[in-house]
């Protein structure tokens, strides 16, 4: 009882770890990435912990807890604080976190960055030290605030709206649906996360649909920047990404993605995108332990691994089913879960 989805007794004390863990986790030495190590065993412990934690000893006595995360166990039990959250907020930590924040910019590329001199966005801009922008990147940089906030459930529903009567003009069998966090019914969403599809059964695909809504999109100002567009348009199965705008003054842009699938795995694929994405590790852990394999295509039987590295196949498998979330749901076993339960 005391235990209970993400919050439990100790969830200030974990709050507070997990925000140190997060910051030797932007850094980049050996010792700090043995902190995060032990930090993780020492939250996943506080987690299963049954009771207030109201004593060193206490503290000391959980496995994987030491003398100094309980020196720092009690800080935050005493001050509410933890004052080396402060200390370990440094240079490196700010401005790699800021890089990180432009589309496109992950951990590696912030690193390279920062040991190439450059420390704000506009030397980053500016080029310092010789450091090379894509074209996304700059517009990540040219629109970091808008891309950085999430938007209210109402507009990304309005953006829909608007986008839906647009793609069923080019084909009216054309199946369009919204999935992400709209889709679990999220009061705010990063982004707008769009499936295209089309039934086959007249003998047609959505081939060439995504193209034409792009176009049509820009046209009506709706779409205003490209930030990675499918290599190969004709594909049945590709991902589009790009910002988006009511059209009307001072609507802010909005990060939007389109996924077109093979109509025969929009299932598996609705399911994929929906997510949450904690949610889709535990159904394809599932799956795992079932002897299938679930990705966004759909639930695969008799798939060989690479036992050096699992993540490699060695195969495609059978497709066992892809058509429905349902179906999908009956063959592993799980009780159905409407997309707004399917949260960590
Ligand atoms: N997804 C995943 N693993 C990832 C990225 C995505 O399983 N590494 C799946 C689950 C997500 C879905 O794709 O729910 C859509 O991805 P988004 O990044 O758009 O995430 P959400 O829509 O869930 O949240 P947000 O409101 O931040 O966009
Ligand atoms: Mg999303
Ligand atoms: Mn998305």
Known sequence: KEVQGNTCVNQDIIDRLQELKDLHQSKLSDDDRWRVFSYSKCIRALRNHPKRIDSFA????IRGVGEKTAAKIMEIIETG???????????????????????????????????????????VLGGKGGIKLTAAQEIGIQFYDDINDRMPRDEAKAIFDLIKPIALKIDAKLFVEIMGSYRRGKADCGDIDIMITRPTDDGKTHQGALPRLLRDLHAA????????????????????????????????????????????????????????DIFNR?????????????????????????????????????????????????????????PRERVR
């Open 81 to 123: 604080g933890l004052r080396r959250i402060g200390y370990e907020k440094t240079d490196d930590v700010k401005a790699t976190r800021l890089f990180q924040g432009i589309y496109g910019v992950g951990q590696s590329t912030a690193f390279r960055w920062y040991a190439a001199g450059c420390r704000t966005l506009d030397d």
């Open 58 to 61: 206490e503290a000391r006595a």
């Open 221 to 276: 100002g709706i779409l205003t920047e490209d930030l990675a567009v499918p290599e190969d348009p004709n594909d049945l199965e590709t991902i589009y990404r790009g910002l988006c705008r009511i059209p009307k003054d001072g609507a802010r842009r909005r990060r939007i993605d389109f996924l077109t699938v093979p109509w025969q795995s929009r299932g598996a694929a609705l399911l994929y995108y929906t997510g949450d």
């Open 282 to 338: 535990a159904i394809r852990w599932k799956a795992g332990a079932m002897g299938y394999s679930l990705n966004q295509k759909g639930l695969f039987s008799g798939v060989v691994r690479d036992p050096r590295d699992r993540r490699v196949k060695m195969n495609t498998g059978t497709l066992i089913a892809s058509e429905t979330e349902e179906e999908i749901f009956r063959i592993l076993n799980v009780p159905w879960q409407e």
